[in-house]
């Protein structure tokens, strides 16, 4: 079967992307602080296996297990010659889990600092560290960009170039929000969703939203789809909601939403004019499973 195109996709109907990743190699015995990269060639069969669960749960879009294998996230761990296998063996798996009718997202998550002048990294190092990323993946057959978890919208601008220079595929463009003082939602270095979508949209992100919020509750997301939406000049928006904000159960950090409450949100989520759910850290093939479900009977009315 080929391999529907993102963007057509996206006009036909909403859809469903993938959960998270961490999460689940967590569950599969990574410890916190592993290099999570690492695992497509150390347990290639583990990520295969996660990528396969979201798959069969219904998910369209499966994201690449490379959130931290820019060259400076991977040296963080001394792995940075590691970049190529590292980044093609993530999209095989992704591939090899999802099969050839499931669309690839390569994955790129924040590169580590801040770009000048509040750090030293310039516009144009960090577009050359995105570029040698993506160029691996985009070689590798993955089919679109997922840039995700992002803070600063300039680095998400440079992002967003630098991908759509290596090819001309779908780009994807999420931050991460927590609730500010106003009681309304910034990103860590201040932004308003309208001020981060304008900017990733500006920069050419054919998609554009949220993921990964930090403390916030599943009510909250409901809230901020709705800014996404208004902040979204009708480019299609995506939400990956965490399993509810994270509580220490034992000493352990524990994402309480169950696959009933997030199945529960869809509906609501839908109704906000959000074309892509999917979920971040908690989240679990028993999760979009059920969110698929009730994704898929939407549809049907
Ligand atoms: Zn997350």
Known sequence: MARPDLLKLLRQRPILCDGGMGTQLMAAGMTAGEP???WNLDHPDVVQSVHRRYRQAGCDLLTTNTFQATRTALAQHHLENQLELINQAAVANARKGGGDDAIVLADVGPFGGFLEPVGETTEEELRDIFTQQLQVQHRSGADAVIIETMSDPREVAVAVRAAKAVADWPVIATYAFARSADG??????????????HQAIQAGADVVGANCGTDLELQDYLELAGQLVAAGQGYPVILQPNA??????????????SAGQMAEMIRPLLKTGVRIIGGCCGTSPSHLKAMGEVLASARQK
């Open 244 to 257: 509810g904000a994270p509580k220490m159960v034992d000493g352990q950090s524990v994402h309480p939403a």
């Open 36 to 38: 999570s990269a690492r």
């Open 184 to 197: 309304g939602f910034r990103t860590m270095m201040g932004n308003t969703p309208a001020d981060a979508l």
